[in-house]
């Protein structure tokens, strides 16, 4: 059985991730959506909550499954016996960093291999990032998150600003 692992902070789940993740399903028999948490990242959903989020997005894909992960990405790969690690590029700025991290895996462990995926063109400029910056700034993101993330992000929007508005 081919295993793709796709590894990722998902905070939060963008429809540039579903489309790799969808295409990558047709490539694998079983693909890993693997959570893990960023340290550099201010997170807006916990851990749990990603992977909550992830799940409901994905509940159409009978091959695809949402994990966490903690510790180095390839020890987890050759643990749960896939062939690659899935990494999406949008743009040429992403494929120097992926490139590095490719070769550090490879270095590692040489029998987990490294696809780079490109997601459509519609979603080539969208990132985690920028989905809450837009959201944070009362933007419209439903063009660019599933419905279970758009809630989401919409009650954790609510509960911020009932928050700000108490008095102290």
């Known amino acids: 059985m081919k295993l793709g692992i796709y590894p990722g902070s998902f905070d939060p789940l963008t429809n540039g991730h579903l489309d790799v993740i969808r295409r990558a399903d047709k490539l694998f028999d079983r693909v890993i959506v693997a959570i893990a948490n960023n340290e550099s990242k201010k997170p807006m959903f916990t851990k749990e909550e990603r992977v909550e989020l992830a799940s409901e997005s994905l509940s159409d894909m009978e091959g695809v499954s949402v994990e966490t992960f903690d510790g180095l990405l390839v020890d987890y790969a050759v643990g749960k016996g896939a062939q690659a690690i899935i990494r999406g590029l949008r743009a040429i700025s992403d494929f120097e960093f992926e490139f590095q991290l490719a070769l550090m895996n490879r ?4 029998s987990i291999e490294t696809i780079f995926m490109m997601p459509k063109d519609k979603y080539t400029f969208l990132s985690s990032r920028m989905v809450k910056e837009v959201a944070s700034l009362g933007g419209d993101i439903k063009e660019f998150v599933p419905a279970p993330v758009l809630r ?15 008095p102290e």
């Open 107 to 110: 270095h590692l462990d040489s």
């Open 152 to 166: 989401a992000m919409l009650e954790r929007a609510e509960e911020i600003k009932r928050h700000s508005l108490q």
